[in-house]
């Protein structure tokens, strides 16, 4: 599975001829609700290659999920065609100028395109926002956290949570270590 942050500017209509260019066929949509951004989904005739649209409001980001068959293919032909950004792309560009993480739209994209397992470098650039001394960073750098939803993040959520100068920030990130432990609990059963 592959996730590819996308521009808003792609709306699904496009998403959709570019699905319909790969011989995929409309599957479902997924409305949005509390605990789920809205999602559609496009299949291959035979179910073996899913292409996911989610227009996720609570990072104000758009992002596309790849997975089976032809992941590689469809995912390069993202990146290509709808001016996709992977992981890769956003880490180099990072190593580049580290100083590009603080953009909220960077933020985001960090979050969403964290692979389920650790990754330092992720976990790198998040930490710092984490501990930034601008509140704005620090509760998008939560949000954004709340993706991989890594263990690793335990300790510094439950720092925030008792000593972030910051109240909001400081109320944010209880309900962000609540949230982790619950999901962390649910995926150790």
Request: glycine share 4%; hydrophobic share 50%; proline share 6%.
């Amino acid at each position: 599975m592959q996730r590819i942050v996308i521009e808003d500017r792609f709306t699904q209509w496009k998403v959709a001829c570019f699905a319909a260019d790969r011989g995929l066929v409309f599957y479902d949509k997924i409305p949005e609700s509390d605990a789920n951004p809205e999602e559609v989904i496009w299949a291959s005739r035979d179910g073996a290659t899913r292409l996911h649209r989610l227009d996720d409001r609570f990072l104000s980001i758009a992002y596309l999920v790849v997975d089976g068959a032809e992941e590689a293919s469809l995912a390069a032909g993202a990146i290509d065609e709808l001016d996709g950004l992977s992981l890769a792309t956003l880490l180099a560009a990072l190593a580049v100028d580290p100083r590009a993480a603080r953009a909220f739209p960077v933020i985001a994209s960090l979050g969403v395109l964290a692979p389920p397992s650790f990754e330092p470098r992720v976990f790198d650039h998040l930490s710092r926002l984490l501990a930034d001394e601008e509140p704005s960073l620090r509760s998008k750098a939560l949000n954004a956290a709340a993706y991989p939803t890594w263990p690793e993040f335990l300790p510094l959520l439950e720092a925030m949570a008792n000593d972030d100068p910051d109240l909001a920030v400081r109320e944010r990130a209880a309900v962000a270590l609540a949230a982790f432990r619950r999901h962390l609990s649910g995926a150790a059963t």
